[in-house]
């Protein structure tokens, strides 16, 4: 503003001048410095107009400047109020699992379960749910690695049920398809095994079932069986027609673990087939022989039926697990 009006008394200034010496008698014959004054006020109006075109520029960047700072300081207080939100939302998770103001906080995974590869974790709903692990811990003891049923050496079970758990659930950090139903065929890294002969896969259900009933009875000197079990292993020892059926029924219901469905699956073998593999080597090709239908899960018909029992006491064998006797 102060600009325009230096440039309008120039201006005028300008003018009046060169009126004045239009309407002298002898303006044609004006001094040089009378000219010389009028060049000069040129040369200040054209300066001052250059910095005025400086000035609104100088203005204009500010402005725009301006606009972004407000622009930055909006999108800060959109981000507060998000970061706001959720720090509300994880308040209310909190509360919901309060036992109460003062009391202690209930865990809502203690009593949930999650198969080998899976977690507890509580979403923002409030609610407990399985997840498949995010990461598993580096083993750098070659004892903690194990062998999988694709002979290929993990560096330790947790590696090993991640990523069944990843292909189970179509997750794009599977890497193999096949993974989905991988499982520990034995501790340790893999090593090449001798072949079961067809001699020894005859006469293994005979050698399963006599290590089961010596199991079973060790466990019953050290009364770490429960009740029930502690009295099919009394009829196994008074009755030799109760032998076998009792350790085989006994072994296949303490291995049926989460959840009791009358059905083994691959993983709920493995703390039968590992610990033995390296010893037994026969009892890898021997449970897979067990999976008559090959849909990954033994059941206790088929784990029977494997160990050579009679259709007799097939018949009802399914009955006789402790927590579907009780029912």
């Not at 909006?74 to 959720?86: F, G, K, V």
């Not at 309060?98 to 507890?120: F, H, M, Q, S, V």
């Not at 259900?205 to 010596?214: D, G, I, K, Q, S």
């Amino acid at each position: 503003m102060k600009f325009h009006v230096a440039v309008l008394l120039l201006l005028c200034a300008f003018v009046i001048a060169e009126a004045a010496s239009k309407h002298r008698p002898n303006h044609k014959k004006a001094s040089l410095s009378q000219k010389k004054h009028l060049v000069e006020i040129e040369e200040k109006i054209e300066r001052l107009l250059a910095e005025e075109e400086a000035l609104e520029e100088e203005l204009n960047e500010e402005n725009e400047e301006y606009e972004d700072d407000v622009a930055e300081e909006e999108d800060e207080e959109d981000m507060e109020e998000e970061d706001q939100r959720e720090e509300e939302e994880e308040d209310e998770v909190q509360a919901a699992y309060d036992e109460d103001d003062e009391g202690p906080l209930i865990d809502l995974c203690l009593e949930k379960y999650c198969g080998a590869g899976r977690e507890c974790v509580v979403n923002l709903q409030g609610e407990a749910e399985c997840q498949c692990m995010q990461e598993c811990d580096f083993e750098p003891d070659d004892r903690r690695r194990v062998c999988s049923n694709h002979n290929e050496t993990w560096n330790s079970d947790c590696q090993l049920h991640r990523m069944r758990c990843l292909c189970v659930e179509e997750a794009e950090t599977c890497t193999k398809e096949k993974y989905a139903h991988v499982h520990i065929d034995y501790y340790g890294s893999c090593q090449e095994m001798p072949e079961c002969t067809e001699d020894e896969m005859k006469d293994f259900p005979r050698r399963m079932r006599e290590w089961l009933f010596n199991i079973m009875r060790d466990m019953a000197d050290r009364h770490a069986l429960s009740d029930y079990y502690m009295k099919l292993e009394e009829e196994a020892e008074n009755d030799d027609t109760k032998k076998w059926t009792n350790a085989v029924i006994w072994k296949f219901c303490e291995l049926d673990g989460h959840p009791r469905d009358r059905a083994v699956s691959r993983h709920e073998l493995f703390p039968l087939r590992a610990p033995l593999y390296t010893l037994e080597h026969c009892i890898a090709p021997f449970l897979d022989s067990c999976d008559a239908d090959d849909d990954h899960v033994i059941t206790l018909k088929e784990w029977g039926k494997c160990l050579n029992l009679s259709d007799e006491k097939l018949e009802h064998i399914e009955e006789f697990c402790e927590d579907l006797h009780d029912d």
